[in-house]
């Protein structure tokens, strides 16, 4: 997977951004009339990156977190490989997946607050398992599945209490965040699922944090978690699977210009440093969602004014902090280049058009000069950007579409058109 500019045009592995993206204008136009930002995917670098988990991990079992990047042509695509599962973390999400292939029992359901109605969901579709995260949600899941008579599987969310080396804001795996059970916990959530006809026990899972590069921080969590699992089986409960959650991180830095290696998460590092610990008497689940998706995308977008400061420009941009939110949420850095090649650099700064300050997607950093009806690349921006998306200032969710070595064009997602959005209000 890689970026490089070959005669004046940005090439995304071999594909060839300027002339692709032309084909693309043109076709959304002439199609929906639609002349603006767009999220563009490669379906087969999501398919090779979700294959190094088949690689690196042969044995073991694949969770892919929806989250990150939720299109249905991505979820059906990975319902026909045996090792995938998916991650979810609402009704939606539920729904999505099943929609796209995944049978409920290739399905678990994580997050802080399902709410009954999600969970007599999960539970109707014989969910693979509900990742609980308090002991007031065992309780919910043991009394709706004793009232409907209807078994549910459940597994502890454990907050391991590990450090990792990550953005403040998604970090999970801390005592002090809102997720998962803390270990003295434990006790009592056994005693708890004990005492409900319809819940069974079935794993433990961890999930530390996002955008991780160490391997060390999965190795120290499995260490936890092992003890713990032989532990709760002394009570009583055998255990199918331990999941180690997700959090694989890339390479933002990745651009045409570096030449370097991608400093991204080692899956093969990973792979040997579990074999300490292998065999596993239990299954081992990862729940990869970055990693796979976020090389998989990137946001092509126009520039519409160039704005001269002192010292410095402003280019303005067709997508806005609603069509990417990361830069504005985490100050996370996309790198963004012109599909075809400036070699003049210049202080720009890149910012959407939305009534905010923080809409910014680079700021005071050294950028190829931009103009006018320039088109653009935000590098890197498969995962949690299309599925973060809003419509903050009434602006309708922008299109997504995918390509493949076929030459194959599909319009995964159409622009959603201003009466669809409005017609949610109308009396
Ligand atoms: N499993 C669980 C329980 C999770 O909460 C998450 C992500 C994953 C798996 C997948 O993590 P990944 O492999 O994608 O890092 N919006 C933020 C990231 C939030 C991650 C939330 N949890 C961002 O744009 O960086």
Redesign the pocket.
Known sequence: MSFEYISGSLHWDNTDLSGLTENIAQLLKEKYAYTGAYYLYNTDIFLQRASLFEKYFPDDYF?Y?V??LSNIHFLSHLSHKEQFGT?V?SSGEMVRAARAGFQGERIVF??VGKTAAEIQLGIDMQIHSF?VESLAEIRLIGQISSDIQKNARISL?INPDVHVDT?K??T?GKEENK?GLALKEIPAALDLIKSFSHVSLVGI?S?I????LDHQPYLNTLGKLTPIAKEIEKTGFPLEYI?L?????IDYKQNPYSKKIPEEFSLETLSNGLHAFRPLPWKLYF????????PSGVLITNVTYKKDKNGFSIAITDAGMGDL??PA??G?VHPIFPVREKHQISKVDIAGPICESTDYFSRQTESPELSEGDRLAILHAG???AT?GSIYNTRPLIPEVAFDHTGTISVIRRPQTLDELLTLEMQ
């Open positions: 969770y977190s989250k990150s991650d973390v994580a997050g990742h969310r953005h804001h998604i999970t997720f899972q999930h944090g996002s955008q991780i999941s959650g997700g959090g694989f991180g729940e990869p969602g970055r990693f796979i998706s976020a939110m990361r949420l985490y996370a995962a949690y950007g973060m």
